[in-house]
């Protein structure tokens, strides 16, 4: 390991760092301008010495940013081409940029690895919707209620239900609404105060929530409030209570107990690490602690998951760009090529879902795996109506992460020039509608996703196996 010590925005220091040669480049302090900064100095000298750059790798750069503003802005902007000026971004094309808040990695981590279908009954018409609790008011809280809004929409094709509760209700619920005043058109969310919640009797119905979370600033406070959630849940859910016993009858421990309790605990955490014994108490509760720096704060997390989230994604984008080229007859570039055109934002609409990926192989009892044998999903059997199902929960997928990042509908336009203007531009899109009101060519491409399981398992070195009965 080489340490440099110097400032970071300082080229003369980044150049020192062998930065032309370098395949990743993480800006992780906690100030996020000093971060920005160092990405527009790496930006800087790969147009200065372009013939320098390597030729064949992308300089990756991560970006830790936690403002809201900020993100957006960096997102939608940073990467927008500029028009006539192609010698000023011969260096810039090898750099891919990516902004991201530690918080939303983590809530993205939580969001994707615990998902109420792993639970709970979510792919029949008459499975009633996911509901998830979510305990908190911080930023990992809030970033839990927008991953689970992208992300959670199963095959029963009904909105997602989100109960947040906390101190101070109305802090979280008008911050939520200023920024992201469409939520509702994806999930049905409600605020509960802290105190109300654990009053007698409960106004939130226990028997029916999936899946609970808690994201607190205190890693005292969380371990209280996850036993005291426990408790509520068992005192006053009929349905629950019952599972429970049935666990302590088994395992005398409540390791089973319905619903699932996931601790974020927050980066100050100490206090849980004195005592051995308290991960071991809390499982036999079901309810399991993740310590944010251990669990995201790594290589794996930052760097290798999202490279192969984004090797999904570059597919699903490649694809669709050679769709779109032979239809109105324009030429295509390479895979990256096309993907080095892309801003940020963009990007982002092709990596979620490339993650909802592994939703809907689950609706059909499959899964993306290293292992060599099994038997593998003939996509050729799956039947019409569980295409048309997973047609319907991309689209829900993809109109709810549209709301979410402030498009609004509009008629149809004829002319591509002024519709592609309007997406880029002004979030305009005329797609923004139940699926039994799209076009039919549209409908189907919402399937092309799925059909393209198998070929991004193959480049993935992965099968797709169908899941044992007894999984």
């Given at each position: 390991m080489i340490i440099l010590q110097g400032n970071a925005t300082d080229e003369e220091m980044l150049l020192k760092a062998n930065i032309l040669s370098a395949k990743y480049l993480l800006?992780?302090?906690?100030?996020?301008?000093?971060?920005?900064?160092?990405?527009?100095?790496?930006?800087?000298?790969?147009?200065?010495?372009?013939?320098q750059a390597m030729k064949y790798d992308?300089?990756?750069?991560?970006?830790?940013?936690?403002?809201?503003?900020?993100?957006?802005?960096?997102?939608?902007?940073?990467?927008?081409?500029?028009?006539?000026?192609?010698?000023?971004?011969?260096?810039v094309i090898k750099i891919d940029y990516h902004v991201f808040s530690i918080y939303q990695l983590a809530a993205t981590f939580m969001i994707d690895t615990f998902s109420p279908d792993k639970y709970v009954s979510l792919a029949n018409d008459e499975d009633p919707p996911a509901h998830l609790l979510i305990l908190g008011d911080n930023l990992?809280?809030?970033?839990?209620?927008?991953?689970?809004?992208?992300?959670?929409?199963?095959?029963?094709?009904?909105?997602?239900?989100?109960?947040v509760v906390a101190d101070d209700k109305s802090q979280i619920e008008g911050k939520i609404k200023s920024l992201y005043p469409f939520l509702d058109k994806t999930v049905d969310i409600r605020y509960e105060y802290t105190?109300?919640?654990?009053?007698?009797?409960?106004?939130?119905?226990?028997?029916?929530?999936?899946?609970?979370?808690?994201a607190l600033d205190e890693d005292g406070k969380s371990v209280y409030y996850s036993r005291k959630?426990?408790?509520?849940l068992f005192i006053q859910g009929n349905t629950i209570k019952e599972k429970s016993i049935n666990s302590f009858n088994r395992y005398k421990s409540f390791r089973l107990s319905p619903p699932p309790i996931k601790i974020l605990l927050p980066r100050t955490t100490a206090l849980v690490n004195i005592f051995d014994d308290l991960s071991a108490e809390l499982n036999g509760l079901n309810i399991e602690l993740f310590n944010m720096d251990d669990v995201i704060c790594n290589k794996k997390t930052i760097v290798d998951n999202r490279r192969e989230e984004d090797f999904i994604a570059k597919h699903i984008h490649y694809e669709w760009a050679k769709h779109q080229a032979a239809k109105n007859k324009i030429p295509v570039g390479s895979m990256q090529a096309e993907w080095d055109k892309l801003k940020d934002a963009?990007?982002?609409?092709?990596?979620?879902?490339?993650?909802?990926?592994?939703?809907?192989?689950?609706?059909?009892?499959?899964?993306?795996?290293?292992?060599?044998?099994?038997?593998?999903?003939?996509?050729?059997?799956?039947e019409e109506q569980l295409w048309d199902k997973i047609a319907r929960m991309e689209h829900n997928?993809?109109?709810?992460?549209?709301?979410?990042?402030?498009?609004?509908?509009?008629?149809?336009?004829?002319?591509?020039?002024?519709?592609?203007?309007?997406?880029?531009?002004?979030?305009?899109?005329?797609?923004?509608?139940?699926?039994?009101?799209?076009?039919?060519?549209?409908?189907?491409?919402d399937k092309y996703t799925f059909k393209m399981a198998p070929i991004i398992a193959q480049l993935n070195h992965k099968k797709i196996l169908r899941k044992r009965t007894d999984d």
């Open positions: 800006a992780l302090t906690n100030d996020e301008k000093t971060n920005i900064l160092i990405a527009q100095k790496a930006t800087d000298i790969y147009n200065q010495f372009p013939e992308i300089l990756q750069v991560i970006v830790h940013i936690d403002d809201f503003y900020t993100m957006n802005i960096f997102k939608e902007f940073h990467e927008k081409p500029i028009p006539g000026d192609d010698l000023k971004r011969k260096g990992a809280a809030q970033y839990l209620i927008l991953e689970a809004a992208e992300m959670y929409h199963f095959a029963n094709l009904q909105k997602t239900r989100i109960t105190r109300d919640f654990f009053g007698d009797p409960c106004p939130v119905p226990l028997d029916d929530i999936s899946l609970c979370f808690v959630l426990r408790q509520q963009q990007k982002d609409s092709n990596r979620l879902p490339a993650r909802h990926l592994h939703i809907k192989l689950r609706f059909v009892k499959a899964e993306l795996s290293d292992i060599e044998s099994g038997e593998e999903l003939n996509f050729d059997d799956i997928r993809w109109n709810a992460e549209k709301s979410i990042n402030g498009f609004v509908l509009i008629d149809k336009v004829n002319d591509r020039n002024l519709g592609v203007f309007l997406k880029d531009n002004l979030k305009c899109h005329w797609d923004l509608l139940p699926f039994d009101n799209l076009d039919h060519e549209t409908q189907e491409y």
